[in-house]
């Protein structure tokens, strides 16, 4: 493919691939994380107890909550975009295929390895999808959204994760060092790409 016949940087084209990829790639962050045995991010901590419990696979439940999450946009007064709703509909998908195609790692250094990479591209799959400006992740909305209201965001996002954090253990998710890896980590890294995959 030559230069002149790839998508300008902050064209719609560039954009739906920022955002198409950002989704698979986070999906592919969750199977990973989920197949290390280590421990989950809070939200799937909580999407894995609900599937666990439901007797569904977590990708269902992650459209399923996405979708419910977005209800309580409203009185938030957040806006959904394009971007809101692929990641409903498309984040669940990825995260089953994921899972589906791993293998199941037996040895600790496979399953950290799992981790790590399920880590970093978690952080790169949010910089790619919410830097396309097609409107944020349902999940991501609610923190806005209240940030909107007044809360600090990092207050904001504290509250969030541990409310579900603890709700997804108690169901029976799984915490563990992955989870503990996933929060020192995350936000650091989330950062760092930021300074490579500015906004479009």
């Known amino acids: 493919m030559s230069e002149a016949s790839l998508p300008r940087p902050g064209s719609l084209p560039a954009r739906l ?14 199977g990973l994380q989920v197949e290390s045995g280590l421990g989950n991010d809070p ?5 894995q107890g609900l599937a666990l419990r439901a007797g569904v696979s977590i990708g269902t ?41 791993l293998p199941t ?3 600790l250094a496979l399953q950290s390895l799992y981790v790590a990479l399920g880590v970093v591209s978690i952080a790169l799959a949010t910089v790619l999808y919410i830097g396309a400006g097609l409107g944020p992740g349902p999940r991501d909305g609610i923190m806005t959204g209240l940030v909107r209201l007044g ?3 990092r207050l904001g996002r504290f509250l969030i994760e541990i ?38």
Do not use: C
Request: aromatic letters at 12%.
């Open 105 to 107: 790692p037996s040895h």
């Open 61 to 101: 439940v992650i459209i399923g909550v996405g979708a419910l999450v977005m209800l309580l946009w409203i009185p938030l007064r957040q806006r959904p975009g394009l971007g809101t709703i692929s990641n409903v509909v498309f984040l669940g998908l990825f995260a089953d295929a994921a899972i589906f195609v």
């Open 43 to 47: 939200w799937d901590v909580f999407h």
């Open 17 to 30: 691939v920022r955002l198409y990829g950002g989704l698979a790639l986070y999906g592919a962050g969750i």
């Open 163 to 200: 409310t579900v954090l603890a709700a997804g253990w108690l169901l029976g998710g799984q915490v563990g060092v992955g989870t503990l890896v996933f929060g020192l980590a995350i936000g650091p890294l989330t950062q760092l790409f930021m300074r490579w995959f500015p906004l479009s």
């Open 151 to 153: 809360l600090s965001v």
